[in-house]
């Protein structure tokens, strides 16, 4: 299970660069990184206002879909949300925060899923047919669900990577990773996340498929089950254990019924 850190603490050695958010909502996040233990450590925070300091909750997202992915045996990078002081433009404030380490192995180096299908593809191919083509189906077709169960605005071809490993003659594709723009990511409110449709079909930035998450599951092959785990209603509390007062119980219901209800759409496809 995904770890919380809830004890504050003293992260106000990193530095935090700007990232603009891809997806066309509005945004500035920040990252950084430090070496833990001989290994790279990457941290992010949450949508972050020079105004107001850190307004979004995408950290916790983070946090909710590792979980859920760890229950339907699905491979992804391993998030752990941390309570921290951090400081940015010489100013000191607490907030959660997601850090991850580097999945990358030894001699490994990365490359986007959309600049290696510029270079590999072969003329007309679909982005989907390319990876089929590489033998990565079953992964794209975890991904395509998983995308629907949480509205995740932002699967562009960067947020999907190919490690290489040029000595070894290897090829993999990366664990899931980053998904924080999902959910109810643009509810800043009780209220907002109150009136929050969990069922509409938005539109969204896949590099795989349309702009549709919902229509995206007509790729699927149906030929067998996809995932190692079943969803049940008692997992809730497992997905969201930890997270009393870092969401409010609005937010921690509805985000539930998001995905529950959207698993038992898939379940009947």
Known sequence: MAKIIRE??????????????SSGTAGTYLKSSSIVGGRKKYYKLSNY?????IVGHECVNEIIVDRLLDILG???LEYELINADIEI???ICNTYLCASYDFKERG?????LDDF????????ESHFDFCVRMGWRDYIENMLVIDYLILNRDRHGANIEILRNARAHTVRIAPLFDHGLSLLCTCSSDKAAKSFDIMEDRPCNNFIGSRSTYDNLSL??????????????????????????????IFIDAIWDMIYGRYKVYENL
């Open 74 to 76: 699905v491979e992804h």
């Open 117 to 124: 299908y510029r270079l590999n593809a072969l003329p007309g």
């Open 220 to 249: 699927l092959s149906h030929k067998k089950k996809l995932f190692k785990g079943i969803l049940k209603p008692e997992h809730k509390d497992e997905i969201f254990k930890g997270l009393d007062g870092v969401l409010s119980e």
């Open 89 to 91: 433009g010489g100013k």
């Open 49 to 53: 206002d020079s105004e107001k300091g």
């Open 108 to 112: 490994e180096s990365k490359a986007s």
């Open 8 to 21: 504050t603490q003293d992260l106000t050695y990193l530095n935090w660069s700007h990232v603009r958010n």
